[in-house]
Nanobody
Framework: QMRLVESGGGLVQAGGSLRLSCAASGGTFSSYAMGWFRQVPGKEREFVAAISRRGVSTYYADSVQGRFTISRDNAKNTVYLQMNRLKPEDTALYYC?????????????????WGQGTQVTVSS
């Protein structure tokens, strides 16, 4: 049973940056593709970014392409989301997710484990 714990969220002004971290435990981290999703109350969970097991391939939503960067450190069992040039519409609860033996999916269904989320609020 893999456990995922997100951190790094907070309140930031538009144009600012944040780096989210997701620490994994209880599984072989390098066996999992990892993803970041976000959700606003009343809306469906939305794909943000994903990364393959060795970090060779990355995928981004159009809305964050060029502003966000996903990366991972398999030695530290951690995946990161560097968020630059933040906009008020990036405000959401951000979740990381793990997909066992996956390649990095853009849908939420293939993911096996989810964290509890970290709140990101961008003020205008």
């Amino acid at each position: 049973q893999m456990r995922l714990v997100e951190s790094g969220g907070g309140l930031v002004q538009a144009g600012g940056s944040l780096r989210l971290s997701c620490a994994a435990s209880g599984g072989t981290f390098s066996s999992y593709a990892m993803g970041w999703f976000r959700q606003v109350p009343g809306k469906e969970r939305e794909f943000v970014a994903a990364i393959s097991r060795r970090g060779v391939s990355t995928y981004y939503a159009d809305s964050v392409q060029g502003r966000f960067t996903i990366s991972r450190d398999n030695a530290k069992n951690t995946v990161y989301l560097q968020m630059n040039r933040l906009k008020p519409e990036d405000t959401a609860l951000y979740y990381c997710a793990a997909q066992r033996y996956g390649t990095g999916a853009v849908e939420s269904k293939p993911y096996d484990y989810w964290g509890q989320g970290t709140q990101v609020t961008v003020s205008s």
